[in-house]
């Protein structure tokens, strides 16, 4: 009997439990590995550079950008809250700086990257390089698109973030010591006991010392990025030869 | 602070299904790993403000939590682990694959469905 009124018409509430088991940031995935598709067609490397804000990042992509610009064609998006002042810097390089300012949003996610790849014609590019926010917590949750992650740590912020932050060094493919030039005036820095809380998180990814700013032993970052590089363009190429294969009677013109 | 931000994507998917069944939204069921990146008392603090004016609005969040757990590679062994600590329980090598901790799921929706009963009532 309806509660209401005493009628006779009755409403009976169910309840329905809908089983969904997805992921909560699909959305995101499925933007990220379009961006991932964008810069495969074009045989584009992307790496995301990610850290703690002022742990060298923008100085790092100056140094690279001067000892790579005469072998390969290169571009950056700048995350950013406010200012421009680091696609700035990398645009005084020579080198096309697209920036996003993200407003009050602590990390970059896919659909910003997508927006800002709107504007690079990526035809005209080998690498390019995704400045994430300067943050160790968010930017880890959220697929770019990116090929491979660079996490800094600096020296000046003590050997044990990576037990501090897992989530972040846990996604790290390399991990840059930067600012290793001051190690010697800290007393709590050991670049030993870093590399040590890195493979407590179960990541092999290798661990290089180095300062941008002073040049120095910036040859096995290099190295590992040619190595990358040549990597994932292997990749490209197969899949784009295994396309090719699937459609060669078929002519169609290139996806923009 | 990205919990905003993950609770506004969840919300569109759980609008996305309470529309398809064309019903209210009651609870719905997480499942979140510590290793995911995500604060569940931050996602708890941030979900009544992405529910507000949508078919959510007044629902009911519940994280069921997911232990780390980890597979050695060396001796093969399966142990729980510690985020920051990720090594095997049995043997101690740091070489070990992450069987679970990381998830990031939307488990379930329970939905409100008003069936009206009128015509079984008039028999």
Redo the contacts between chains.
Sequence with gaps: ?CETCGC?????????????????????DRTAAHNRHHFDGHGVVAFNIMSSPGAGKTALLEATIDAFKADFRIAVIEGDLETDNDARRIRARGVPAVQITTGS???L?ARMVHEALHELPLSQFDIVFIENVGNL??P???DLGQHRNVVLLSAAEGDDK???Y???F?AADLVLLSKMDLAPLLDDFDAARAEQ?I????N?APVIPLSARKRLNLEPWQAWLRGEIEKIRATQAAAHDAHEAHYEHHHHPAVA | ??EL??CQ??I??VED?ARE?S?KV?RVC?GIGP????EPRLLEDAYPLACAGTCAEGSQLAIEPINIR?RCRSCGAESEAA?????CAACGD?????LSG?E???????????????E???V
């Design positions: 009997m006779l018409a009755t409403q009976v509430q169910d309840t329905e439990t809908v089983d969904v088991l997805s992921r909560l940031l699909e959305a995101n949003a602590c990390h996610d917590v968010c880890a949750s959220f990576p037990a501090k897992p989530v972040m846990r809380a493979r407590a998180l179960a092999a | 602070m990205h931000s993950i994507a969840l569109l998917r299904i069944r019903g009651r997480l290793l995911s990146g995500v980890v985020p920051n600590r990720l090594l740091w070489r070990t694959d992450l990381d990031l799921l939307l488990l379930r929706v329970e939905l409100e469905t008003q069936d009206d009963l009128t079984l009532a008039n």
